[in-house]
């Protein structure tokens, strides 16, 4: 009996291992597949044509590509130093603060990460459309792509944000601050000398966080821009690649380059993080 245990523990274990090999393969694979064929020495994206870094090379050559990158690096870096000021003031105001319909205003707040991008999407650009652009509109002001991105951009990585900062304002010891207090600080220089020097980490992380959601969203920012103004970042001009009888190679080196950059952001978040938690500790 015990002999047929173990064999069935085995067996289970085995099958969870092969389980997991095949959802990580099925995962990463096409991934690992786009990188490769980054560097393919032929004309088409989808055609192997032996080791090349030709793709790489035309990408600094491309006016469209270089456009789209200083498109994307300015709305992404517009759109998280606001987010992050944001952010963080919210996540004070929600932790520290005495505020009437406080599990309403969370669950406003944590709508954008719960609802599907597409619905949001979508409802930025009914909001655009019919209440934002004709009330600007009223004072002979407009709103440019842009600006519509970056607006966008702001709604969603607010969230993510205040999320990464309240987790740390929650672990952070109230009696640092209780102390200023008691040592004749303002309750201002208290937030501006001991808890966002305390909450540096988290605020670091979550700008990291809200940059690389920023940096490859496609939906928002295809709805904001209503998809034809002309203004595209790397993610629109991806997709505007899609259209053409021969997709370039410089697609797949475009797009292994975002994923190298985001990996590189998200792991640079989590190290900072990682630090804090071990000072602390």
Do not use: C
Request: no cysteine; net charge positive; proline share 5%.
């Amino acid at each position: 009996m015990g002999r047929l245990k173990r064999w069935a523990d085995q067996t289970i274990g085995s099958l969870l291992v092969l389980d997991t090999l095949l959802t990580y393969i099925f995962l990463y694979l096409p991934i690992g597949v786009l990188i490769l064929y980054s560097f393919s020495a032929s004309r088409y994206a989808l055609v192997w044509g032996g080791f090349s870094l030709d793709a790489y090379r035309r990408l600094l050559t491309d006016p469209e590509i270089v456009s789209a990158l200083l498109n994307s690096v300015i709305v992404a870096t517009s759109a998280t130093a606001l987010a992050t000021v944001l952010g963080t003031a919210l996540a004070l105001a929600l932790e520290r603060a005495r505020i009437r319909w406080r599990g309403s205003i969370e669950a406003f707040v944590y709508l954008p990460i719960v609802i599907p991008e597409i619905v949001m999407a979508v409802g930025l650009l009914l909001f655009f459309a019919q209440v934002l652009r004709p009330l600007v509109s009223t004072v002979g002001l407009g709103i440019s792509p842009p600006l519509a991105v970056i607006a966008g951009h702001i709604t969603f990585s607010i969230s993510y944000v205040m999320v990464v900062v309240r987790a740390r304002l929650r672990d952070l010891d109230k009696s640092l601050e209780e102390a200023a207090l008691d040592l004749g600080a303002t309750p201002w220089q208290v937030v501006r000398r001991v808890t966002l020097p305390l909450l540096a980490p988290a605020i670091i992380s979550g700008a990291l966080l809200a940059f690389t959601l920023s940096l490859d969203d496609f939906y928002v920012t295809y709805f904001a821009t209503t998809g034809g103004s002309g203004f595209k970042t790397l993610p629109l001009y991806l997709y505007a690649l899609q259209g053409r009888a021969a997709i370039p190679p410089q697609m797949n080196a475009v797009a292994s380059l975002m994923l190298v950059a985001s990996l590189m952001l998200i792991a640079l978040a989590l190290l900072v993080q990682r630090r804090s938690y071990s000072r602390r500790a």
